[in-house]
């Protein structure tokens, strides 16, 4: 599986924007850039995910870079409930059996402050 | 509403015993997965499943084992033979086997051996 470098934590103030930089240098042409995010004594959530163009949702938006090699995950207003585990993952876009998993790095622990 | 459940929150289990979580998904989805979960970890795919009946070794498979009788269903056996197996175990689902598919996660089990 390709690799995603993301930084350990960050901080930031409640009702700010918030990037998440991902790094993904040996992404591959089928891969689709993924986000998770873990509360607390919770499973994964489904935040965001997007192949070559910036994606939006209610949630977030996903900027990816030119080359593909990087991307940021943006969160608009950062509220008390997004303090979270963030995860950037890489899945490949066409099923092959034993491709489905999802490889969980360590992630971006995010801290908002009040 | 539509989701996926797990119980029990919490297990405790004596050394040598074998405990079975149980994993239940009625979001009609064909595709189950187990993972593991150690403190201040990513996820770690232990088994997943395909289709009724059919079921694949994910990464750390060892001491564990599973069964797909029913598509709601996926239990999940921790054996004896798992050397260490005081975690989190999440189960999630996706609707199929196109790997951009987002994946649902329940809210996981705690697994204590004493």
């Known amino acids: 599986d390709a690799k995603t470098t993301q930084p350990n934590s960050m901080e930031s103030n409640e009702e700010e924007p918030v990037h998440l930089p991902c790094n993904h240098s040996t992404i591959s042409g089928t891969d689709y850039i993924h986000w998770y995010r873990q509360l607390p004594s919770q499973g994964p959530e489904y935040v965001i995910h997007?192949?070559?163009s910036n994606v939006n949702n209610r949630m977030a938006s996903l900027a990816i870079a030119e080359d593909r090699k990087s991307s940021t995950l943006i969160l608009h207003r950062a509220t008390l409930r997004d303090a979270a585990v963030y995860y950037c993952i890489l899945r490949g876009g066409i099923s092959n059996f034993g491709n489905e998993k999802l490889t969980f790095g360590t992630g971006t622990r995010l801290t908002i402050i009040p | 509403d539509g989701g996926i459940t797990q119980s029990p929150k919490y297990l405790f289990r004596k050394e040598g015993q074998n405990v079975t979580l149980s994993c239940e998904q009625n979001?009609?989805?064909?595709?189950m997965y187990w993972y593991r979960q150690d403190p201040g970890q990513g996820l770690r795919l232990i088994y997943y499943?395909?289709?009724?009946?059919?079921?694949q070794k994910g990464d750390i498979a060892e001491g564990y084992s599973v069964s797909r009788e029913k598509k709601e269903s996926f239990p999940l056996t921790v054996t004896s033979a798992q050397k260490n197996p005081t975690a989190f175990y999440l189960c999630a689902s996706s609707i199929e086997r196109i790997t951009y598919n987002e994946q649902f996660f329940g809210p996981g089990t705690r697994l204590t051996v004493l």
């Open positions: 499943s395909q289709i009724v009946n059919d079921f």
């Open positions: 979001l009609n989805h064909d595709a």
């Open positions: 997007g192949l070559t």
